[in-house]
């Protein structure tokens, strides 16, 4: 397992930006798979982006177009860009890590997760 670290967060008004980050400990994080999601209050957490090994990412159809993820391997560091923010975008963000070089879109593949930070966006 490695152990995340998300930070970025924050208060923005629609259609602003904000850029996660989740820094991960681990000499092997080159290799792993790694994804965002999210956590409304009084819903369950769901799936965001997540990204392979080899740069290849997939969202949820509802940031499609708005989110980015990306990682810098050298960094030890993913990222989730946000444009355009709706206030239904509010919620916990969670970037999570699995061993293996595929990503997915399900919490329950994933081995190891962040602490979680809060994003609020203000109609």
């Known amino acids: 397992q490695v152990q995340l670290v998300e930070s970025g967060g924050g208060l923005v008004q629609a259609g602003g930006s904000l850029r996660l980050s989740c820094a991960a400990s681990g000499r092997i994080f080159k290799t792993y798979g790694l994804g965002w999601f999210r956590q409304a209050p009084g819903k369950e957490r769901e799936f965001v982006a997540s990204?392979?090994?080899?740069?290849?990412?997939y969202y949820t159809d509802s940031v499609q177009g708005r989110f980015t993820i990306s990682r810098d391997n050298a960094k030890n560091t993913v990222y989730l860009q946000m444009n355009n923010l709706k206030p239904e975008d509010t919620a916990v963000y969670y970037c999570?890590?699995?061993?293996?070089?595929?990503?997915?879109?399900?919490?329950?593949?994933?081995?190891?997760w962040g602490q979680g930070t809060q994003v609020t966006v203000s109609s």
């Open positions: 990204i392979t090994w080899g740069g290849s990412a």
């Open positions: 999570a890590a699995r061993q293996s070089f595929t990503a997915a879109p399900t919490a329950d593949r994933y081995d190891s």
